[in-house]
């Protein structure tokens, strides 16, 4: 009995030390960011301020970044969804031989370091933009390359995520929706699309905050411009304010409220499952000719 | 440029090829529930399709592959000379890792970064492994449904919190004037400030520290789907909790295991945010050689080849981890 | 509007495996049709041939007349219910049953007057704004019957709808098919391996198995008229006697059996030489000593009281024991455990069928 008692103390320990190495550094950081002095530290707290806040709102390069990421996150949402779907449909009706090939080269991107994908990125399209004079002009650009280096592995986790819930799909939707008169392209609309759009939203957001924090790829591939990553790494290389820890409270904080939401619609949707099947067994019981609610009427 | 052409042909025969086997493979095993590509999906949408996953494949993933590697096949020349008579492939770039160009004495520098960066990153990536190992256990088969729930919160929420904020977040406790020397000046255990990060301790610890996630989901969903019966048999049969794991749940949870090394692995061995920001001064760490070719020496083709030696170094590793855990690479990523 | 289906020699092949092997028949117009047989023995895929999502490898599929050969699914005058009945979970009632009409491009007001008027035909009225999810496994089927009733196609097929309820609302929804089908008079095709539906429900049966056709016939023909060992072994119990035919005129045909020489009908005009099976069914059997050639002595193992009847079983030739029915009138005493006991039956109630493959073993 009481070895269960110390094992159970033993994986509380575990469990705090865990997460202490987790969100110690955060904390702490986060702790800076509302400390006077200007080389950022927690302790001694001299005085309670918001004027990093207010220096990193007056940071004209950060904010520049910002807009650039939010650009290319966007982007790259905007080309790795569709491709991701594409690609997760053609995979599963391809076939079974060159499904590992087609599988092999499509996830490569996940497993090759970002910095490669950087560099191949810039070496291929400058050759390919530089073609002529106008596409150099208008495409050669830091936000366009950093859009397609990060959607080559960007699809790929698009992909996967599509991908596990098409392999849920019961074919017999399809055929019923054929059935029924449907056309191909109507059973895609209809039928298929409203299945996945779980999953494409969520590829969505994995794309977009992945797009948002990625460093290693956009480094190079950014050129000349920025995002709100370089721009960081640029400050963090010359030296440490803290307006860069009320950054992270700032991202902390988002970061929380999106978790909040997303435990919200969760729990509203598990209702609304609880409800209707609530709601089926009441019709089951009435369909047995006892009485139920429904029978009532 | 005849390099460029080369380029371009080798997908489409790769790509032909592939079209004349299923061809084959139609005729040979015919099947009246196959319906064709564009039968199922209807003309417009199926070349929709096609197209978005051939810009992909050939233009964001096979053909800069291709064009990194002929570039480092290159000598360095300025733009002018490009294409130009002295523009003829050579393995120079190559041969400059092992010796170097300058002196042609053996280049130990770089093979020193590189080792030293594979080292590391093997390390980092047993050291995680450990750390992670129990959590996940805990998660998948100990904790309960709501607790499971709080914590993958827990364990998300930093992680949208980026890489060089994350590093930046080290350097402050790690620094000489940071909270750890603090700590350690306070209780008397050392008088002068230890420099953590010339020592390459913030390099380690933010390394580990940036992929824990990376190891600890894998890690989950393998050891999510055992069986708690099983572990309650091996229980019963009196078997000791470390026999347990060695006997039952690692061999069942090997596809996450492999798929959790390879991942941490490889993001490590490719990082760029923790070396350049918590390494020390003296420490040389391969992909920070490689963004040095490219930002400072302006040197692409070598930079190109450092890449590719790179890339063939991971390659190897994630081929010796599957051969090491007998999985198969659809098993690893999920 | 009904139309006949007919099968002109249909065969399909996946690979070197043949599912259909050469069936032809023809479904009238309006008729309630089964096909019964065992999983894996040919039926869905002749279900799939007929609405259009598998192409035969031979021969052709008619409806109304019409060849379906190059015609999709989506243009064929069929409606398939699905094993799973295939609802679509995202939509509520009403737009699952209107769908059929969304893609021929009816209006939305027309799209509910009929979502209206088949909510009342499968007694759901006003229950079009619920969710499949919200709908019990009862509720659900005639949702997908009204499905694929809103877009009026000529033939409806069903893939053993009634296979994932429970047998109290199973054999309610038996007689609510049967009654739709008389409802609406539009050809039923049905898919079953339960003997009971096919047998309450059908006009006509076909019997199959492996990939083959066995017979072709109404209900009673099909129990008391069994073509081959198959059919006989299939559908109701039966007690298989081989042996080898001794004599045979016209109407019997006598053959030496483990248990003597015994008569039966000769429907497939058997000659003497042939190997065959006599078949003769549980209940077709009385207690005590008849003639000679229709006589079986063997010992009791045992019997089993079942309220209008008691099952006796005695010693067989092979691992299987004989059955017999004795039903409760009548003063036959049941023979006790062990003790020999001698059985009769009319050799007109018996059938001797050529050798072939059986049911269940």
Known sequence: MSSKLVMKAMIGFYIALFFLYLFGPLAVMSVTAFNTPSYPQAIPFEGFTLDWFVKLWNHRAMMEGLKNSIIIGLGVVAVSVPVGLAA???????????RSTFYLVTVSPVLTPGVIIGISTVIFWKDMMGMTDVTKAWFYKGIILAILGQSSFVAAYALLIIMARLQRFDRAQEEAALDLGASHPQVFWHILLPFLKPAMISAGVIAFLSSFENYNTTTFAILADKTLVTVLAGEVRQGTTPALSALAVIIIGLSLLGAIIYEVMKRREEAQAERSKENAKIAERSDLGEAGPAGLK | MSSRLFVFLVPLVVIAIFWFMARAEKGKHHDPTHKGFFERNGTALGIVFIALVAFWTLFLVTLPYLYMVVESFHPKLPPAQRGGPTDVLTIAQYKSFFINPVDNEINTTHIWAFVFSIITSVLVTAVNFAICYPLAYYMAQAGTAQKVRLIMLALIVPYWVNEILRAFSLRLLLASKGLINQALMGLGITSTPIDFLSINVGLYVGLSYAYLLVMIFPLYNAIESLDKNQIEAARDLGAPWWKIHRDVVIPYAKPGIASGCTMVFMLAAGSLAAPQFLGGPSTLWFTSIVYDFFFQAFNWPRGAAYAFILLTACIAFVLLMLRMFKVSLGETIK | MSAGVE???????????????????????GEFFSFLGPSGCGKTTILRTVSG???PSQGKVRIGGQDMAGIGPNKRPTALIFQNLALFPLMTVADNITYGLRVRGVSKEERRKRAG???????????????????SGGQKQRVAIARALAVQPKVLLLDEPLSALDLKLRQHMRNELRAIQQQVGITFIYITHDQGEALTM???????????????ADGKTVYDHPDTPFVASFVGENNPFAGKVVSADGEHAAIETAHGVLRGRNDRKLKAGDRAILFVRPESFRLGAGASDATIVSETLSSAFEGNATHVFLKGSTKKDITVTVARHGSHRIPAQGEAAAIHFDPSMGVVLPEGKMARE
């Open chain 3, 53 to 55: 999502f598998l192409d």
């Open chain 3, 7 to 29: 099968l002109d020699h249909i065969t399909v092949r996946f690979g070197q495996f043949t599912a259909v092997d050469d069936a032809t028949l023809d479904i009238r117009g």
């Open chain 3, 117 to 135: 008027e088949l909510l009342d035909l499968i007694a759901l009225p006003g229950q079009g704004d619920k969710l499949v999810s919200e709908l």
């Open chain 3, 202 to 216: 059908s006009d006509r049966i076909a019997v199959m198995s492996d990939g083959v056709i066995q017979q072709v």
């Open chain 1, 88 to 98: 997760a449909i053609i995979m599963n009706q391809i076939y079974h031989r060159a």
